[in-house]
């Protein structure tokens, strides 16, 4: 499958993270924790639905396919890693990294995500720096 668009991504990784939180997810669930309309959630949905991501029929709640899973999950492994390189090697506050991750988790491809990833264990785990880096 190509690569999704940065609304696309965001919203499965949206759905993936409320549903690590709750049992379903609702239209009014994502609105909320995108802070978009309604409205936008529900075309959003249509559209993901008809690109086989999720399961969404009108009043019902919002299910993960299979490949709607893994693609957020992919989402997800970057975000965090990004987050986590920002936080643990440049020493970013958490709320702004949060921010900044976002943003490049869209740009990032896994082979980057994973780099930064190793590079943040690498340096939680250095004998010399053991995670003071930047101190």
Do not use: N, W
Not at 84 to 95: A, H, M, Q
């Amino acid at each position: 499958m190509e690569r999704l668009s940065a609304s696309r991504e965001d919203y499965l990784e949206a759905i993936l993270l409320l549903l690590e939180k709750e049992p379903v997810v609702r239209v009014r669930d994502l609105a909320r924790h995108l802070g978009v309309r309604m409205a936008s959630v529900t075309g959003m949905l249509k559209t993901l639905a008809k690109e086989g991501l999720v399961i969404y029929k009108p009043y019902g709640y919002v299910l993960l396919t299979d490949e709607g899973r893994e693609q957020a999950e992919r989402v997800l492994r970057r975000h965090r890693a990004i987050k986590d390189f920002l936080v643990s090697v440049l020493g970013v506050v958490s709320e702004r990294a949060e921010e900044v991750a976002c943003r490049l988790e869209h740009a990032m491809d896994e082979e980057m995500a994973e780099r930064f990833a190793a590079f943040s264990e690498f340096v939680r785990r250095c004998p010399r720096c053991g995670g003071s880096f930047l101190a």
